[in-house]
């Protein structure tokens, strides 16, 4: 698989976080745990931060979602996936000029304050359409799982192939476009289940750490 590029290795994020999402708790304190320059891959610094205490974590610069998008704000989105899989309550605005938030493929992720550039309905709607574990996913022995309900009803993908489970794991992170296979990167586009900024290509689903309901059910 193709290293990154240096501008995606080097993005970095800023964010501010807190023990609690409710405002006047983050006013006592000791509940400030104030600012973090995000330079390691996603995973890890929300694992960190959760580790840490953080429940609430804002992203103070604006998140583009369109596809020309920078590397800084793709890694932004990267790390909103991660503290989204952990139960985090996410502060962030987005903005979108092409429209394509409107088909939904963010969806899973914690909703934005904002979308800049979209009437103020679009980000009401994906508020009021986010529930935990709308798109995740969880590796079985030789196998992913997928389930999403980003479009309505539940679509489930079973992948145990071994290029596209290599693949995938590297997507976590990101991988440069021409990095990944043409068949797979054809399937998971096909699906759904990239996004690709800044020249490379990243892995939408959530990672499962703990069912807000019984697994069936979600």
């Keep these: 698989m193709s290293s990154v590029s240096s501008e995606w290795a080097g993005a970095a994020v800023v964010v ?30 929300a694992a960190d931060l959760y580790a840490a205490g953080a429940r ?10 369109c596809r020309d998008a920078s590397a800084t704000s793709a890694r932004s989105l990267l790390l909103v996936r991660e503290l989204t899989g952990r139960g985090v309550a996410v502060e962030w605005t987005a903005r979108c000029a092409d429209g394509c938030v409107t088909d939904g493929r963010f969806g899973h992720l914690y ?16 508020r009021k359409s986010y529930f935990p574990c709308r798109c995740v996913f969880r590796h079985g022995p030789g196998f992913l799982e997928v389930r999403d309900r980003r479009f309505g009803t539940l679509e489930m993908f079973t992948v ?10 590297a997507l976590v992170t990101g991988v440069p476009v021409a990095g990944v296979p043409a068949d797979v990167l054809a399937d998971l586009v096909g699906a759904g289940l990239v996004a690709e900024h800044a020249g490379h290509v990243w ?16």
Aim: glycine share 4%; net charge negative; aromatic share 6%.
């Design 56 to 65: 609430c974590v804002r992203v103070p610069d604006t998140v583009e979602l």
């Design 160 to 169: 145990d192939e071994p290029a596209h489970l290599a693949t995938i794991a």
């Design 203 to 218: 892995w939408l689903p959530v990672r499962v750490h703990r069912w807000p309901a019984p697994a069936l059910v979600v």
């Design 111 to 126: 909703p934005p304050s904002a979308v800049l550039g979209q009437p103020a309905a679009v980000a009401a709607g994906w």
């Design 16 to 45: 501010e976080s807190w023990r609690d999402h409710d405002p006047l708790a983050r006013e006592l304190f000791g509940m400030a745990l104030g600012s973090t320059v995000v330079t390691d891959d996603p995973v890890t610094a």
